[in-house]
């Protein structure tokens, strides 16, 4: 059994390091009496300890058809070329295509390397960084008055206040309502300047999240986790820096809970991309 | 409350049609009693009933990394290039790429279409068809013996003696320890002819799974879950044929228990895709 007090020591051990794959050199003795024995990407983190994730019934999708329809950040259609190698038309007995695609267009990961020159890429961020707890913060009503609107440490406060303090291994989602608007030039809100204008996270959020709670990624229904305005790109820089992944154009997260989903992110295992489309689900 | 064999049977008509995001027309008395009013694709099945999926603690990650070194099944190398965009050592601020990549390598999904002019492309198969019953079938010895090893209805029947029925909602996954043999020839062991030769499903045992069972998706740790030397692929043709999907080039399914895991496929939601590499999980 653990010592009272080493679940917490090892997830928040885990939760800052295991995204670069390290050994768990700082405790090894709290460690190795939770058993802790593998590699942080399969191994539990507390195998004598109730199960860390609920049984769920239902499967929502959070996950955008990506097409060239699909708007992408530049302001132009998303490239999303499906070549034709196979074709059961022209008699082949088989339907085959070679894709060429944006990497960062429809629902997508960041992984840290987008950002951070030292980051990891997509790949290696381990199956175990991918599948967290999932918590909503609902900024529909500000983002109503203030389309810039940042949310703010006081509306995580609030959340906390609702549905008490976040949960370690968490996964924090905006929802904005603005995954309603992905067809229209809404999404984007391209002003008569070329300035965005969409809701975001504020920096000091994202600071507070980074240095006060146990969170493995954020997510938002907007284009990008940093509001439409920005020219220095704040949230990117903070949370991409400290080799956190985060998910953009996320869809339904009004189709789940504030607190108790789990979000399961098949992030693309492809050696050396800097993030890419990823079928996202949260389990309710 | 659902009536007395109301969920099964709301199971069983889901499983044959939601792949095709049937309304509910057969049974719509059924139907409504257990409150199943919105899209399969989120809905529950059975609102009041308890959970069909149990809770987990563990994360494997049945993906293998996707790059140019991972074997095409036509022989050569995939193609996974990465073309630069956006690059912070030329002084950008961020990495961002454009892919180009062979749709089915690496972990990949074959969807209905891939086999079956009439088949749903990718982006069609609803994320509850995607989140399924894990069960996996051990054929490493009779595969050590033959390569060309398909199993059959007699493996299935000895795994039921073992583990009970299949349960509805099932993924039913071929572990025959091919995944370790990626990086090498014996994995496609293309002979002096051009056959190849690795395990796959015998079609008897395919039929069986398609009239007697409730299965949604086969998956295999080889590089097609038809065996090597086929020349006609029977079992494409007839599970994708009936609108089901597959995942080929499954990763470390040894560290999965027989029956109690939950396979979670992030395949692409790339519109008209014929499947694609995907990350895919299991839960236990």
Redesign the interface.
Known sequence: MCVPGCREAVERNLSRRAFLGAACAAAPAVVSSCAVTRGA????A??H?P???????????L?????SRFPHFNGKPS??D?QT?LS??RGD????????????A??HVDAP?????KGVTV?KI???D??LRLCVLDIREPARRDRDYRATVEDLKAWESRHGRLPPRACVALWSGWDAKVPTPEFFGIDDKGVRHFPGFHAETVELLLKERDVVALAADTASFDHGPTTDFPAHTLWLGADRWALENAA?LG?VPPRGATI???????????G??????A?V
Chains 1, 2 share one sequence.
Do not use: K, Q
């Open positions: 990407e399969s191994a539990p507390e195998a300890e199960p860390r994730f609920p049984a769920f019934t239902r499967v929502v999708d996950t955008h058809t990506y097409s490239r999303v499906l190698v059961t038309e007995g088989w339907n085959m295509t070679l894709w060429t695609l944006d990497e960062h429809g629902t390397y987008h950002r951070n020159a790949e381990p199956a175990r991918l599948v339904n189709e399961v992110c098949g992030a693309p295992r492809i050696e050396g991309a800097t890419g489309p990823s079928r996202v689900f389990l």
